[in-house]
């Protein structure tokens, strides 16, 4: 595996390529789930790139930023054994050589579940993922359903700019119990650990549910917040065709049952997709 820590070392890796490249886009501290996605990656692409940057910029909590988990050397090696072509690792100084105040906002997409919990996080994510393409230049784009709202807004974004690049969701990878796999996932205590599988618990209940989800979705709350150490963000239903909230449903049509919380300081995500 080749590894580039500039733009212009990355340029010069791909200037000749006639190569179809396939880019996976993380911020490191690599888990089952993105070796996942550069498998798929390497399944159906020629070259693949996978870039690792922290991006300062989509995170709205300083705290969250600090203690994001930063395992360099491991990430290297699972690369290398999961047949990674090109590895990108920048600096933010790297990445934001000037200071961006550009503003990308995803309307609609802001005022609900991640855009609404997490303001600026959209446009940050945004900001950078479109950097990273203009620097690779991927025919396809490999992105984890965890992220289910990341992946909404990223489809927006490349639509809606003609990026010439075609945005591909890997479904999420689970830990034996249910938990989706997450780089937050270490930072969970023992205890929490052990709650934090409820979460998936609680959307196969609402999937299986959906003609009453109203009311299924409330005694998920109440039995969810029974747990003193668990705080629910949201729980929510998305038209996957449309990108909204929605609270009834359509026979034959697919929907994203979503849910963040807190557990112990730490922010998890999960969906799961279905057909009503
Ligand atoms: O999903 C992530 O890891 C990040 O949001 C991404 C897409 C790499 C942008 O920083």
Redesign the pocket.
Known sequence: MQIAKTVQDLRLLLDNCTKNIGFV???GALHAGHLRLIDVAKSKTELVVC?I?V?PL?FNNADDLAKYPITLEQDIALLTSHGCDILFIPTTEEMYKKKTTLEINFSYQNSVMEGLHRPGHFN??AV??SK?FHYVQPKIAF??QK?LQ?CLI?SQLVDSLSFPVAIEIVPTVREKDGLAMS?RNVRLSAEARKIAPILYQNLEILAANLQQFITTKNECLKQLTINSSLEVSYIQAIDMHTGLVVENFEKGKKYGLCIAATIDNVRLIDNVITVY
């Open positions: 886009p993380t911020m870039s940057f991006n989509q940050g994510v950078v993922v990273l992105f984890g992220d990341q990223i780089s």
